[in-house]
């Protein structure tokens, strides 16, 4: 079992996350820090701690990237959890997730996750899939009283803590380095999906999130990337019966975040991420040929784990 920090400018947040792993009751084998060229000096929290690995990378390549990089420093590990360092989780979350892998049908497993300022609200219990290709937290703000107590199926786990089978992740290919970040998580389940794999929400694996605490909640940049990435995951992995039914939502989720955007001051940004988009669609179709080609589920059982209905059309992401 391993344990995958990504780290770019956290500050005090990657020291508490890292003191929050040491207090697991069940202790990770390995944990791997990655640091994306942090200026800060925060990745000192993990070059100064006993039984952590630093793997500097000394510029920022990426949350997609780097993880690949993390991930591929665990050889011998079968599971690899992935933890954001503004999540810190509580002393039960690894072993709960452990737990629930040793079911064996799933090798996605999604945390319960509460927002570290206010933690009577929910910041997200897996992630929800569109039709039309939109991703949101399920439950994301609502109370945490009462709310996602059982464990249940979900669509994918937000990678900002996860835990994966290491081998599936790697006959998959990993996350998609293109993307940068933003909705790599997404990307990366639904190829998983595609081969047969499954995602559990696990209610008892609780971490206290920030969120966004390096990039920005609606800043450019995640707006940026996040409707990129979208457009490019929908035409990639969604398969040809579902494609042939859902393009025109996708065409309207596209077109209201445009107008949404716009009205929000945000015009230049999403019109050159939905531009860029464009400009590599012959590279993402290509992409799908060999994505599609491995599919092993049917169309119809995918289409059982998305959402549909008025909801798929929403500007999105929140992720």
Request: hydrophobic share 45%; glycine share 10%.
């Amino acid at each position: 079992m391993a344990v995958v920090v990504v780290n770019w400018n956290s500050g005090a947040l990657l020291e508490r996350c890292l003191l929050a792993l040491g207090a697991q009751t069940l202790g990770p084998r390995r944990v791997v820090v990655v640091d994306n060229g942090s200026t800060d000096g925060s990745e000192r929290a993990a070059r100064d701690r006993a039984g952590v690995e630093l793997l500097a990378l000394g510029t920022n390549l990426g949350f997609a990237a780097a993880n690949n990089r993390g991930i591929a420093r665990t050889e011998g590990c079968a599971w690899v959890a992935l933890l954001n360092p503004d999540a810190f989780p509580e002393p039960g979350w690894l072993e709960a997730l452990v737990r629930a892998a040793g079911d064996g049908r799933f090798a996605l497993l999604a945390s319960r996750q509460v927002m570290a300022n206010d933690p009577a609200r929910l910041d997200g219990t897996g992630d929800v899939y569109t039709v039309a290709g939109r991703a949101w937290r399920r439950h994301h703000g609502q109370a945490a009283a009462g709310n996602a107590l059982e464990p249940e199926e979900v669509f994918s786990p937000c990678a900002a803590a996860a835990l994966y089978r290491r081998e599936a992740l790697l006959e998959a290919g990993g996350f998609d380095e293109s993307f940068f970040c933003y909705f790599e998580d997404v990307d990366l389940a639904f190829r998983l999906r595609l081969a047969g794999h499954r995602c559990l929400y696990v209610p008892d694996a609780v971490v206290h999130h920030v969120g966004s605490a390096s990039s920005g909640r609606r800043s450019p940049f995640s707006v940026y990337h996040g409707h990129r990435n979208l457009v490019w995951t929908f035409w990639k992995n969604m398969p040809a019966a579902l494609l042939a039914l859902y393009w025109p939502h996708h065409l309207a989720l596209n077109l209201v975040s445009l107008v949404w955007f716009i009205l929000r001051g945000q015009g230049g940004t999403i019109l050159r991420a939905k531009w860029d988009a464009l400009l590599a669609l012959p590279r993402v179709l290509r992409e799908r040929r060999r994505v599609q080609g491995a599919r092993k589920v049917r169309a119809r059982d995918l289409r059982r784990v998305m959402l549909g209905g008025l909801r798929a059309l929403g500007p999105g992401p929140d992720l």
